[in-house]
């Protein structure tokens, strides 16, 4: 297989550190590009230009992280990051959404903030930035954080906070987040967010 990905993409990031934890990493073989230098790689892989992407040895390509992750997952059945069904898999499911769409409100910022500053839009920077604060003083208060098990929404939630960290620090801890700094200390020296740092 090929995984067609970028050193600071969060989404990219979070199918790698599936791969690490699933131990498949050795079964895949990494493609570093630019989304934006290398769409003509890209785009035949994943018409919308996105990283990640993953190839098959078949051929066919599967995208957007989500189901990239889903896919390796089902391939070894240990460990288990995303619940077969029931409650388990929803409540997984429903918390990595919130941790993606922190990840998803931070990157708009940043691409917001690239933008010439007369082209910038103070009200869309708002929005997002208050997306993350309520997201982060969300996961705050999510018990699951005060579990040991590891899954595919602790995964999502590592990757959201190390881009925020590396893109937008300013964001990163608002007042009520005292529970998910506590586990963010332990998280960022898993050993597979310790291989895809940036």
């Excluded at 989404?11 to 934890?21: F, G, H, I």
């Excluded at 003509?40 to 919308?48: D, G, H, K, Q, S």
């Excluded at 903030?113 to 929005?127: L, N, T, Y």
Aim: hydrophobic fraction near 40%.
């Amino acid at each position: 297989m090929r995984l067609l990905s970028s050193p600071t993409s969060p989404y990219a990031r979070k199918v790698r550190m599936v791969a690490l934890e699933k131990g498949l990493m050795e079964r895949i073989t990494l493609v570093t590009l630019n989304p934006l230098d290398d769409i003509a790689v890209l785009a035949p892989v994943n018409p919308l230009g996105k990283v990640p992407a993953l190839v098959l040895d078949s051929g066919e390509a599967i995208y957007d992280s989500l189901v990239i992750c889903e896919y390796l997952d089902q391939l070894d059945g240990r460990p288990a990051l995303i619940p077969a069904k029931g409650d388990a898999r929803f409540q997984t499911l429903t918390l990595h959404a919130l941790a993606q769409g922190i990840t998803d409100a931070a990157l708009n910022s940043v691409m917001e903030r690239r933008r010439p500053a007369e082209q910038q839009s103070p009200f869309w920077q708002e929005r997002w930035q208050s997306a993350i604060r309520r997201g982060l003083e969300s996961l705050d208060g999510q018990p699951r954080l005060r579990t040991d098990e590891w899954d595919l929404a602790k995964i999502a939630t590592a990757c959201a906070l190390g881009y925020l960290e590396f893109r937008l620090p300013d964001l990163l801890w608002p007042e009520r987040t005292s529970v998910l700094q506590a586990w963010w200390d332990k998280a960022k020296s898993r050993q597979s967010f310790v291989e895809t740092s940036p």
